[in-house]
């Protein structure tokens, strides 16, 4: 099992950087695909990136594809994501969450793939 605590979040202007981080209790860390997620206000809870359980892999969604980087460090049982050049769309409460044997599948880009979540952080980009 894994308990998920994301933190990071904040107000920030257009074309700034934020990094996202994501503290992973257990001791099965490496054990487990990760992804971060977001909600905008209003919306559905669409996938952003996600990682493989070594770290040696990423996939990103088109939206973010050359401005945001995942990376986890699984000595420290940490995710981050690195957030660069944001835009007002990216305006959304964050969310990472873990889950086993799907990155190499599609199941990856679904949130309903992932059986563990955090409680989110707010990410408000101003124009």
């Known amino acids: 099992q894994v308990q998920l605590v994301e933190s990071g979040g904040g107000l920030v202007q257009a074309g700034g950087s934020l990094r996202l981080s994501c503290a992973a209790s257990g001791r099965t860390f490496n054990n487990y695909s990760m992804g971060w997620f977001r909600q905008p206000p209003g919306k559905e809870r669409n996938f952003v990136a996600a990682?493989?359980?070594?770290?040696?892999?990423?996939y990103y969604a088109d939206s973010v594809k050359g401005r945001f980087t995942i990376s986890r460090d699984n000595a420290k049982n940490m995710l981050y994501l690195q957030m660069n050049s944001l835009k007002p769309e990216d305006t959304a409460i964050y969310y990472c969450a873990a889950a086993r044997g799907i990155y190499y599948t599609e199941r990856k880009k679904y949130a309903a793939s992932y059986g563990y979540w955090g409680q989110g952080t707010q990410v408000t980009v101003s124009v």
């Open positions: 990682i493989n359980s070594s770290g040696g892999s990423t």
